[in-house]
């Protein structure tokens, strides 16, 4: 008897589930971001809405990378509903808190699917989430540094001036050069 | 007898309740679904979304709400033209008879990988 399961996909069914589940994680953290770039260019923070429709757009390459590989391997990718999306923010300060926070979310979501595999034995995804694992360190860093740069350089003064300035700057050196 | 590797020319039963039977044809590579008069045959994909749909019905809201449209659920077997159209009682013995296929399927592969292609040193 055909194991007509294993011949359809690769991907064991709790594994599919939790793809399709950060799929739609990814196409929301890109609306957010989205919804923040607007947000910064509305109160005249230029450089920050550059930096949150950058981050929109790699949210979004994230989401098609899962999308694809999920498609690849015989499973069904499911394009995402993107619902609840805030369109209003408290301050300057409380968007970057909240992208940090975004991250954080991502970060926690991505290892607990690595756990899964590691739990379903299904390694060839393990192998592949290992670029996102790292990919979470960079995106955390820069989301972390931006919050800091608040306290480094204050919101006194010409200091929200400042500190959007400071923003696309921000980058992460993994060799710490 | 049939090993697991061998593909056989007749149809495989999956699972049997009251209501209806499952089987696998290896030639076709499909789950032949005979529910009540109904026989519809799906590929595995198919088979998938459909037990995605039949679980996905509020059976609560199907008892308690007193409208006749609660009455029936109607679900299109994917790419085969026919409609299910199912009571609660058919609705509750197509869900045990597609979970009771998915557990055979899920068995096949658990053993296909465990004993199949398991090395034999």
């Known amino acids: 008897m055909k194991d007509l399961v294993r011949m359809r996909t690769l991907l064991k069914e709790e594994i599919e589930q939790l ?38 757009e790699e949210e979004r390459k994230h989401m098609l990378k899962i999308f694809k590989y999920v498609a690849d391997m015989g499973g069904t990718a499911i394009s995402p509903e993107v619902t609840d999306v805030p369109q209003d923010f408290a301050g300057f300060r409380d968007v970057f808190e909240l992208a940090l926070e975004q991250e954080i979310a991502v970060t926690n979501s991505i290892n607990r699917i690595v756990d899964a595999c590691r739990r379903l034995y299904a390694y060839e995804t393990e192998e592949f989430l290992m670029w996102f694992v790292k990919e979470q360190r960079e995106e955390e860093y820069v989301a972390r540094r931006a919050v800091e740069l608040f306290e480094v350089i204050g919101e006194e003064g010409v200091g929200r001036y400042m500190i959007d300035k400071a923003i696309p700057k921000i980058s992460y050196d993994e060799d710490g050069e | ?64 709400n007193t409208d006749d449209a609660y009455d029936v659920e109607i679900i299109d077997a994917p790419r085969t033209n026919h409609q299910f159209v199912l009571t609660l009682c058919d609705l509750i013995a197509l869900r045990d008879l597609l979970a009771g296929t998915r557990f055979t399927l899920e068995l096949n592969s658990l053993l296909h990988a465990r004993l199949y292609f398991a090395p034999s040193y």
């Open chain 1, 19 to 56: 793809l399709n589940k950060q799929i739609k994680m990814e196409a929301h953290s890109s609306s957010i971001y989205l919804a923040m770039a607007s947000w910064c260019d509305r109160y005249g923070f230029q450089n920050s809405a550059g930096y949150f429709y950058k981050q929109a």
């Open chain 2, 1 to 64: 007898m049939t090993t697991l590797s061998q593909t056989t020319t007749q149809p495989i039963e999956l699972y049997t309740n009251a209501k209806g039977a499952t089987f696998q044809c290896d030639l076709t590579n499909r789950i032949i679904l005979q529910f009540g008069e109904a026989r519809v045959s799906l590929r595995i994909t198919d088979f998938l979304a459909f037990k995605k749909k039949v679980d996905s019905v509020d059976i609560h809201t199907m008892i308690f």
